[in-house]
């Protein structure tokens, strides 16, 4: 790898610092630009883009949504043509289409790169799934080796502009089924006198069968420092990206089931008593006169159930 390769870098939190670190630990002169100054390299995004030599590479590694796109088009008045934008956060893939041609037309690149692998990325490596040109992608390729985990894996060019966003959108989703599975095995196992150790079941599993994966991993982690997970709150936010999977799914006819599920059952995590639930509970009680439990009886979530090993093992990113 040259040692010449430089890139900027918007956006130095947990995930950005740890990149400009594990890029610049691979030989590469990494500029970095933070609102937080005493993280930062530079003192502007002009200033950022005056410390690059032509043709300029500069990675957005900031919250998806306004926060990027403005950060696109501030870059996109201060950039050359030639030059390139990477977009590493984890923008809609549909975004990538409007800031490509809005680049475009000053002649500018734009490549969008999915990132995984969150705070540990910087010891293991990043998967990286990236869109755009080859020409453009092929600008940015040291900082993708640099990046993406020893050996043959962990790095895909997936297609035009929006692939990399869109594959990254599709990982999530399965991982919200994946980790939807672990709970609810978790809850189950837990559910009954029979079985003794629920975390024991869980650690014995991280070898030689066919569910073992690094969330199993994390979650026997998890569980080796909380065994009950009474520190837990049972509540599960999503990002975003597994509500665009399943609008993607719906507007091509595609079933996603699973995935589907493990998205409503975090909406269930929120909820302190399900309002459908007091609808069937009343539903009851008029067609078959079964007891109805007064409010106060019914309690509130404590952290125990889906939700809570769901939240307890969502390392993203």
Same mark, same amino acid.
């Given at each position: 790898?040259?040692?010449?390769?430089?890139?900027?870098?918007?956006?130095?939190?947990?995930?950005?610092?740890?990149?400009?670190?594990?890029?610049?630990?691979?030989?590469?002169?990494?500029?970095?630009?933070?609102?937080?100054?005493?993280?930062?390299?530079?003192?502007?995004?002009?200033?950022?883009?005056?410390?690059?030599?032509?043709?300029?590479? /500069?990675?957005?590694?900031?919250?998806?949504?306004?926060?990027?796109?403005?950060?696109? &088009?501030?870059?996109?008045?201060?950039?050359? =043509?030639?030059?390139?934008?990477?977009?590493?956060?984890?923008?809609?893939?549909?975004?990538?289409?409007?800031?490509?041609?809005?680049?475009? &037309?000053?002649?500018?690149? *734009?490549?969008?790169?999915?990132?995984? %692998?969150?705070?540990?990325?910087?010891?293991?490596?990043?998967?990286?799934?990236?869109?755009?040109?080859?020409?453009?992608?092929?600008?940015?390729?040291?900082?993708?080796?640099?990046?993406?985990?020893?050996?043959?894996?962990?790095?895909?060019?997936?297609?035009?502009?929006?692939?990399?966003? *869109?594959?990254?959108?599709?990982?999530?989703?399965?991982?919200?089924?994946?980790?939807?599975?672990?709970? &609810?095995?978790? &809850?189950?196992?837990?559910?009954?006198?029979?079985?003794?150790?629920? =975390?024991?079941?869980?650690?014995?599993?991280?070898?030689?069968?066919?569910?073992?994966?690094?969330?199993?991993?994390?979650?026997?982690?998890?569980? #080796?420092?909380?065994?009950?997970?009474?520190?837990?709150?049972?509540?599960?936010?999503?990002?975003?990206?597994?509500?665009?999977?399943?609008?993607?799914?719906?507007?091509?006819?595609?079933?996603?089931?699973?995935?589907?599920?493990?998205?409503?059952?975090?909406?269930? #995590?929120?909820?302190?008593?399900?309002?459908?639930?007091?609808? /069937?509970?009343?539903?009851?009680?008029?067609?078959?006169?079964?007891?109805?439990?007064?409010?106060?009886?019914?309690?509130?979530?404590?952290?125990?159930?889906?939700?809570?090993?769901? %939240?307890?093992?969502?390392?993203?990113?």
């Amino acid at each position: 790898m040259a040692a010449t390769f430089e890139i900027g870098l918007v956006g130095l939190g947990k995930m950005g610092g740890f990149m400009r670190e594990r890029m610049r630990q691979r030989g590469i002169t990494v500029v970095g630009y933070d609102r937080n100054q005493d993280l930062s390299d530079s003192t502007s995004l002009a200033d950022l883009v005056s410390q690059l030599t032509a043709p300029r590479k /500069v990675w957005v590694m900031v919250p998806a949504g306004d926060p990027t796109r403005q950060t696109i &088009e501030q870059l996109g008045e201060l950039l050359q =043509p030639g030059d390139v934008i990477i977009d590493g956060g984890n923008s809609k893939y549909t975004d990538d289409q409007v800031h490509a041609a809005r680049l475009g &037309e000053k002649n500018i690149g *734009f490549v969008d790169a999915g990132v995984s %692998g969150g705070v540990w990325g910087l010891k293991n490596g990043y998967a990286l799934m990236v869109g755009g040109d080859a020409a453009n992608v092929s600008l940015a390729q040291p900082a993708f080796d640099a990046l993406k985990p020893e050996g043959e894996f962990g790095f895909v060019h997936a297609g035009g502009v929006g692939a990399g966003h *869109f594959a990254k959108m599709v990982h999530n989703g399965i991982e919200y089924g994946m980790m939807q599975a672990y709970a &609810e095995g978790y &809850e189950l196992l837990a559910a009954v006198d029979v079985v003794e150790n629920v =975390p024991a079941i869980f650690k014995s599993w991280r070898e030689g069968t066919v569910i073992r994966s690094w969330l199993l991993d994390l979650l026997d982690s998890a569980l #080796s420092a909380d065994p009950a997970l009474d520190k837990v709150r049972g509540y599960a936010d999503d990002s975003g990206e597994g509500r665009w999977t399943i609008e993607a799914a719906i507007d091509h006819a595609v079933p996603l089931p699973v995935i589907t599920a493990s998205l409503f059952a975090r909406f269930a #995590s929120r909820q302190v008593e399900s309002p459908a639930m007091k609808v /069937v509970a009343s539903l009851r009680n008029q067609f078959g006169g079964h007891a109805i439990l007064p409010e106060t009886a019914a309690g509130s979530q404590t952290g125990e159930g889906i939700g809570a090993t769901a %939240g307890a093992t969502d390392h993203q990113h």
